[in-house]
């Protein structure tokens, strides 16, 4: 379960990377990756992450117990507040991220 001590882990880990290797490129990265890297992948992708990781929210779901269907839609703050209000007998515990929308200003 993601947690929001995890997500702060997740923030400094990615921030330190960008910082220590970014600048070092593709190559430098490359050994700390489980998953080959994406051609298409750049440094700019990872400042991307950092500033979604910066600005995003946590929130918890409810999911049937494969996974693949939300039981109710509405997020909750932390699992206590989602285990106390959705009353199914099993359920998963989804981990929600949202992020910030930037629409570009109308003229």
Not at 23 to 32: I, T
Not at 44 to 60: A, G, K, P, S
Request: hydrophobic fraction near 40%; glycine fraction near 6%; charge should be negative.
């Amino acid at each position: 379960m993601l947690t929001r001590h995890d997500l702060a882990v997740l923030r400094a880990a990615v921030t330190y990377f960008e910082e220590e290797l970014g600048p070092h490129g593709v190559k430098a990265m490359r050994p700390y990756f489980v998953e080959p890297v994406p051609a298409e992948w750049s440094p700019r992708d990872l400042t991307r992450l950092r500033e979604f990781l910066t600005t995003c929210q946590l929130r918890y779901v409810a999911c049937n117990t494969s996974g693949e269907g939300v039981i109710e839609a509405t997020f909750s703050e932390s699992v206590s507040e989602l285990l106390e209000r959705v009353t199914t007998p099993s359920i998963r515990v989804g981990a929600v991220l949202i992020g910030q929308v930037e629409r570009a200003s109308r003229s």
